[in-house]
């Protein structure tokens, strides 16, 4: 089984809707959770961090649930330029407690 | 300010070539890691140096593999023996701490080196 698990789309919506990813990772002693952002043949970039508390950016709103060791993303009022692969991202206790451990991503591709 | 630089940024190599990709941090940074990504997949931990001490290399899939950072600035990886399976990007990234428990702070990534093993 993965370490982090992502459905990988992809997930073709119409401009303005909402899209909901999920994740759910195995390691219950992972200590910090990240979506990042990889647009094609680009670098991945960090969109944001995940807390318990949930949070939000703008359009983006992230959750995590340590019991069920689940991570979502929520992305509302959907934009073309939001068409990239989104990273589930979970940092773990190896590489001095910095190792990123990666999905494998969901292609999300948003239409006229 | 400048980014995560790394060079080349496409490599084209005969199986059995030697190969070095070069990473150039931001200035500063304590933290530099190494990930591979393959087609279709996400980044996969290779090595991690917190300054010039290679404190973790779980990630490298073989004695081919070789990293440095012997200043504990530019980094380098090496692979020799270049098999067809090598063929992925190569992501640098690097952060500020030195992972101190309980501090969270932002790996930074590089464009990545393109490598195509023939």
């Known amino acids: 089984r993965k370490e982090v698990e992502q459905d990988p789309g992809p997930f073709n919506v119409p401009e303005g809707a909402t899209v909901a990813f999920n994740c759910t990772y195995s390691?219950?002693?992972?200590?910090?959770f990240f979506w990042y952002r990889q647009d094609c043949r680009k670098e991945p970039k960090l969109l944001m961090s995940?807390?318990?508390s949930g949070n939000e950016d703008g359009r983006f709103t992230a959750q995590l649930n340590r019991a069920s060791q689940y991570i979502s993303l929520l992305i509302r009022d959907s934009k073309l330029s939001d068409s990239a692969t989104y990273l589930c991202?979970?940092?773990?206790?190896?590489?001095?407690?910095?190792?990123?451990?990666f999905g494998t991503g969901t292609q999300l591709k948003v239409e006229l | 300010g400048a980014g995560v630089s790394q060079s080349p940024r496409y490599k084209v190599a005969k199986r059995g070539q030697d190969v070095a990709l070069r990473c150039d941090p931001i200035?500063?940074?304590?933290?530099l890691f190494w990930y591979q990504q393959a087609l279709g997949q996400g980044p996969e931990f290779l090595t991690y140096?917190?300054?010039?001490?290679?404190?973790?290399k779980s990630g490298l899939p073989s004695d081919r593999f070789f990293a440095e950072r012997p200043e504990g600035s530019v980094s380098t990886l090496k692979i020799q023996r270049t098999q067809q399976e090598d063929s992925a990007v190569y992501l640098c990234?690097?952060?500020?701490?030195?992972?101190?428990?309980?501090?969270?702070?932002?790996?930074?990534f590089g464009p990545g080196t393109r490598l195509t093993v023939l």
């Open positions: 200035s500063g940074h304590v933290s």
């Open positions: 991202v979970v940092k773990g206790l190896t590489g001095g407690g910095n190792k990123l451990t």
């Open positions: 995940v807390y318990s």
């Open positions: 390691n219950s002693a992972s200590q910090s």
């Open positions: 990234a690097s952060s500020l701490s030195r992972g101190l428990a309980g501090i969270t702070d932002t790996q930074y």
């Open positions: 140096f917190q300054n010039e001490a290679q404190l973790d």
